[in-house]
């Protein structure tokens, strides 16, 4: 089965509007929890077959880190999957505005024991990999 | 009437010219920006009645852009219509001196309620 995607200039411009219209959906979501705001940027578009998947995410991705990956499946007349990836340190980073900003004690407790915990695990897994001498794939 | 629409997305223009069309009756005449910059130099070359500026563009941002057309206009008609729904975002452009805000995607009945409303202040 030939598994290449040819989208027309429009067909991109679709999906890219598509895309523009859920993440800012869900920024303003999380936002409005952590009481912060964020600058959208333009979502880009990059047709790659799914056997290349792999590669281009270890090539994106920096194997060392830990990531935090979301994933959800989209079903009816538009099928597809949606995978939200980001590495351990920038969702702390993204988590610190609600520990000072959020409106409800229960939300900064939230991130606040979010950010604890993921503090602990990140320093934990860098004294492993110094311990146990593995070499970072970015060296 | 001349309206100018910006947005990156061509898609994005070509819904809200599909909804002017239903809404206005009598000629309209549509200028079609795809970022900032160009929405500010169509807007200083035409005058139109009425800009609807999308906030996420590239070259210049729709905040930029709106800015200096109520610095050069004061009296601008802009609707701003974006994905970029975050409270703090809809305060500025609204400070800014936006007429009105409509998120996408767009609500054509709000759309088309707003553009109603704006029939008491412009001669459509």
Redesign the interface.
């Known amino acids: 089965m030939n598994d290449n995607i040819i989208l027309t200039e ?1 067909e991109k ?2 999906l ?2 598509l895309m ?2 859920a ?3 869900a ?2 979501a999380i ?2 929890i952590l009481n912060a ?2 600058k ?3 979502p880009k578009i990059q047709i790659i077959n799914a056997s290349e998947f792999k590669d281009y995410l270890t090539a994106e991705l920096n194997l060392d880190e830990k990531h935090l990956i979301a994933l959800q499946e989209i079903n009816g007349a538009f099928n597809g999957e949606n995978m939200f990836v980001i590495d351990e340190k920038s969702a702390i980073n993204m988590a610190y505005p609600g520990l000072k900003n959020a409106k409800h004690k229960e939300v900064k407790e939230l991130v606040a024991n979010i950010i604890s915990a993921q503090s602990k695990e990140i320093g934990m897994m860098q004294q492993w990999q110094s311990q146990w001498g593995y070499v970072k794939a970015s060296e | 009437m001349k309206i100018l629409v910006t947005d990156d997305s061509k898609m994005a223009r070509k819904m809200v010219i599909k909804t002017l069309n239903e809404s206005i009756e009598g000629e309209i005449e549509i200028f079609e920006g795809q970022n900032g910059q160009e929405a500010v130099d169509l807007y200083k070359q035409h005058k139109p009645k009425i800009v609807f500026l999308d906030l996420t563009m590239p070259i210049m941002d729709g905040f930029e852009a709106l800015e200096q057309i109520k610095m050069f206009d004061n009296d601008a008609k802009v609707i701003i219509i974006s994905a970029d729904i975050q409270k703090t975002a809809v305060d500025r452009v609204l400070s800014l001196g936006a007429y009105n805000f409509i998120k996408k995607p767009i609500d054509t009945t709000k759309m088309k309620q707003i553009l109603e409303k704006l029939n008491n202040k412009v001669e459509i």
């Open positions: 429009d411009d679709c890219q509007e523009n219209v993440y800012g959906s920024t303003a936002t409005e705001y964020a959208l940027s333009i």
